[in-house]
């Protein structure tokens, strides 16, 4: 994975780190879609992800939420302006085992900065959540 690739997911996870919804969001596309088992969703702007990246945020902190970390599972460029990532995610909680799972996504370079403009949340049980 290119260094400005990883720059990019240390500070999403980062954000994550700091459950700090907005800072998540503002790596992210206008829109952006995420595809889950659930179903498609389309995150047509600033107030939407921001809606859904702070209600993530706090079901993680609910769910004893300490950090997370990823490693690269498989790293796809498309030219120069696109690419697809995939990351395994290892979370840890409070009195809990560490979870682990997979999701990937469709990176964009906007104005010369990489933006998530598809995430597909593929492996993640959310059993300390009441959603699902």
Not at 99 to 116: E, I, P
Request: proline share 5%; charged share 20%.
């Amino acid at each position: 994975m290119p260094a400005d690739i990883k720059a990019f997911f240390d500070t999403y996870r980062d954000a994550f780190n700091r459950l700090d919804g907005r800072a998540v969001s503002a790596h992210y596309d206008q829109p952006a879609m995420i595809v889950h088992a659930g179903g498609n969703g389309v995150l047509a702007d600033g107030a939407a992800l921001d809606a859904n990246n702070i209600a993530l945020c706090e079901q993680y902190a609910n769910s004893g939420f300490l950090r997370a970390e990823y490693a690269a599972r498989a790293f796809l460029p498309q030219g120069d302006n696109f690419c697809v990532v995939d990351l395994a995610w290892t979370v840890e909680r409070r009195e809990q085992a560490p979870q682990r799972f997979s999701t990937a996504y469709a990176l964009a370079r906007r104005n010369g900065t990489w933006k998530v403009a598809m995430v597909t949340a593929y492996e993640e049980p959310r059993p300390w959540s009441e959603h699902g």
